[in-house]
């Protein structure tokens, strides 16, 4: 089982690290949809990545068409502030690619526009507009691999 996350434009290179972190830690693919706002060898990026970079399944593409062209947009689901789906009821399944617009444009109009129901919010009560994007990535990827099933580590099972 596999799910993949794809960041679109993203441009702060710590959120960028720590997304990349935590496909590291869950052995999900990440790929990057340029053009990215950083090197990727700026050292922001490599500190917030810590030592996981050759660890994570990192996947770059020069921009959305080259993307488009290495990824079925049937396996993608959009996630944004600005959709109107709880992301609850998004239907996750084995090698769905999780797409994330950036920190600062958020979603492309014309991804909302064109696949509207394909695209998830993740519900926040208050005034709260959104999540930084690392964390608004957590979020979605444990509820994907919750849905595929995810085993629990050792001594961690669910008690009844």
Known sequence: MALHVALIQPRIPPNTGNIARLCAATDTPLHLIGPLGFSLDARDVKRAGLDYWDKTDLWVHPDWFAFRD????ERCLYFSAN?????RTATIRDRTVL?????TDGMPTRILEKY????????MPGNVRSLNLANAVSVV???????LGLPLPAGLEAET
Request: with cysteine; glycine share 6%.
């Open 70 to 73: 290495a990824i079925s947009r």
């Open 83 to 87: 959709a109107e789906l709880d992301y």
């Open 99 to 103: 797409v994330f617009g950036n920190e």
């Open 116 to 123: 509207p129901r394909r695209c998830f919010r993740i519900p």
């Open 141 to 147: 990827l444990y509820e994907g691999l919750r849905q």
